[in-house]
């Protein structure tokens, strides 16, 4: 199993551009997580989803954001229009109800608006 | 989620036991105790997690006050490569899966 995956692994934009960040999960797992970390804000929650639905996006900073699951194989999260302050590290994690282990994280991606 | 309390950092010298300690002394009975790990440039990695009793697992132990309101990750032998950002976390609810809140978490600093 190649695990979380997800991309790009850095991403450079421009203010005001639309940034698409993409998260291909473990097959079977029914949770998925969008976390934000920054060093002033550490890991910060965004939005959950069980079974391709949303759950939770309480996180969500504001309309620029939004997260989508079309199917068990697939999540964006879009910014648009981003903000320097959106420069952060992204990650995907990924869950398993019914099993005695804990979230499996991807590798993030850097986001760097400038 | 309600918040766990952790020293910001800790050292240890390689090759010896950790104990590293968590506060969550208003955990609600049906509240399950995670803990993840964070390397350099990496993403968040489970670690362990459990309930009531002490757990153990290739990576380390969990040993869960009687009254739950602590508990302390054992990693036995520490290496180089532990050296991480550790995190305690309540995942409230009557299950074992809900969302993680992750506070700032200790800083392990591990010495050849």
């Known amino acids: 199993d190649a695990g979380v995956i997800q991309s790009p692994r850095h991403e450079v934009t421009e203010m005001g551009q639309e940034v698409t960040l993409r998260c291909k999960p473990i097959?079977?797992?029914?949770?998925l997580f969008w976390y934000r970390q920054t060093m002033m804000r550490g890991l910060e929650l965004l939005i959950y989803f069980n079974n391709n639905v949303p759950i939770d996006d309480s996180g969500m900073p504001e309309d620029r954001f939004s997260a989508k699951m079309p199917n068990a194989s697939f999540s964006t999260l879009k910014i648009q229009p981003s903000e320097p302050r959106d420069s952060a590290v992204y990650f995907c994690?990924?869950?398993?109800?019914?099993?005695?282990?804990?979230?499996?994280f991807g590798s993030g991606t850097r986001l760097t608006v400038v | 989620d309600a918040k766990t309390t952790q020293p910001n950092s800790m050292e240890s010298n390689e090759e010896e036991p950790v104990h590293l300690p968590c506060n969550h002394s208003?955990?609600?009975?049906?509240?399950?105790i995670h803990w993840y790990r964070q390397l350099p440039s990496q993403g968040p990695e489970y670690v362990i997690h459990?309930?009531?009793s002490n757990v153990n697992n290739r990576m380390a132990s969990l040993a869960i006050a009687e009254d739950r309101k602590s508990s302390t990750l054992i990693l036995h032998r520490a290496t180089l490569r532990d050296a991480a950002v550790y995190y305690c976390?309540?995942?409230?609810?009557?299950?074992?899966?809900?969302?993680?809140?992750f506070g700032q978490g200790t800083i392990l600093t591990v010495h050849p």
């Open positions: 976390i309540r995942v409230a609810g009557g299950t074992s899966y809900g969302k993680l809140t």
């Open positions: 459990g309930l009531t």
């Open positions: 097959s079977g797992h029914d949770y």
């Open positions: 208003t955990i609600s009975g049906t509240d399950y």
């Open positions: 994690a990924v869950g398993k109800s019914g099993t005695n282990y804990g979230y499996t």
